[in-house]
């Protein structure tokens, strides 16, 4: 049974940094490309960034150069290192694993096959 457990949401206050991070289990292992995605209120979810089996990275321009995304392979984790929080940066930040050489694209929901329940972020002003 595949499983993706996302910790480290919160209330933090503007300029904050926090850390996410999702534990996968099941068959989820260093193949699958791994992303993190939010959806804000009333709005589409969307990918923050992602991290293929090698380790290259992909960001959202709104969060480039604010956010970090890691794996560590050996415990099936990975991280998003989120710094300078801003109030638009509030939403639930879901974790997602795509299963290898599946087809759609890696920045869209549709590419992936399994998510966590998502964590609650929320940035104070």
């Known amino acids: 049974q595949v499983q993706l457990v996302e910790s480290g949401g919160g209330l933090v206050q503007t300029g904050g940094s926090p850390r996410l991070s999702c534990v996968a289990s099941g068959r989820i292992d260093s193949r699958y490309t791994m992303s993190w995605f939010r959806q804000a209120p009333e709005k589409e979810r969307e990918l923050v960034a992602n991290i293929i089996s090698r380790g290259g990275t992909n960001y959202a321009d709104s969060v480039k150069g604010r956010f970090t995304i890691s794996r560590d392979n050996a415990k099936n984790t990975v991280y998003l290192q989120m710094n300078n929080l801003k109030p638009e940066d509030t939403a639930v930040y879901f974790c997602?694993?795509?299963?290898?050489?599946?087809?759609?694209?890696?920045?869209?929901?549709?590419?992936?096959?399994?998510w966590g329940q998502g964590t609650q972020v929320t940035v104070s002003s």
């Open positions: 997602a694993a795509r299963i290898p050489f599946s087809s759609g694209s890696l920045n869209l929901p549709i590419g992936y096959a399994y």
